[in-house]
């Protein structure tokens, strides 16, 4: 059986260090959570490969250096309640987990929820929420939020979203066309968001009433 510990160190040391991720607390999150669980079966043998993979329904898990930036753009000290959107297979949501107080995580695809929701649980992530419902609409009755990540595009950041961001709270989000994103990370300052241009990339579309219709 392939050794997938020395696997995760290698693809810290290959892919995330020599291209900027910096701060020890996403570096230890991503050497420690097995992304090889996150994925299908068929595909573990790229689980720490450069690249996004499919995880069913049209969805996918994004490549460990997006997962790594998006992380460390919320800038994470361990206290911050986070809202993520897109649970997927849960990774993102583990890699989080590592790194703050709670993290509530919505999925619109049942399948996909529960099958985040008994890998979370079986990793032993106490500290996960997994939602069903509409995304871009946020999750009010937990609101404020400390930190916000999206991972899915939409022409905008929805704006239940930017309400249900506490003042001086981070939100992280893939903006632009369909085919073709900017990930912005905005900052809440006196209820506007002051945003921030980073990487280029290309995530699943945001589907729901705040993104897009299909």
């Known amino acids: 059986m392939e050794d997938f510990k020395v696997i995760r160190d290698s693809m810290v040391k290959t892919q995330l260090i020599p291209r900027g991720i910096k701060d020890e607390g996403v570096l230890d999150a991503m050497k420690k959570v ?3 669980l996150f ?4 595909s573990r043998h790229n689980a720490y490969e450069d690249m996004a993979l499919s ?9 460990p250096y997006m ?12 206290d911050e309640r986070i809202l993520e959107i897109g649970a997927g297979s849960g990774y993102q ?18 399948s996909l929820a529960d099958g985040a ?9 106490e500290n996960i929420q997994v939602v069903v419902c509409d995304g871009t609409k946020g999750l009010s ?6 930190r916000i990540l999206v991972t899915a595009a939409a022409p905008e950041i929805p704006e239940p979203l930017v309400s249900q961001l506490n003042e001086g709270g981070i939100i992280v989000a893939p903006v632009g066309e369909r085919f073709s994103q900017v990930l912005i990370k905005g900052k809440k300052e006196k209820g ?7 990487t280029s990339c290309v995530f699943v579309p945001l589907i729901g009433e705040y993104g897009l219709k299909g």
């Open 34 to 36: 097995p992304r090889h």
């Open 39 to 42: 994925v299908p079966e068929s």
């Open 55 to 63: 995880i069913g329904e049209g969805q996918t898990i994004s490549q």
């Open 67 to 78: 997962a790594a930036v998006m992380t460390e753009l919320l800038e994470l000290k361990g």
């Open 93 to 110: 949501a583990a890699i989080l987990a590592e790194l703050a107080k709670k993290v509530y995580t919505i999925e619109r695809i049942t």
């Open 117 to 125: 929701l008994k890998l979370l649980a079986s990793l032993g992530y």
């Open 141 to 146: 009755d937990k609101a404020p939020f400390d």
């Open 192 to 198: 506007l968001l002051v945003k921030e241009q980073h």
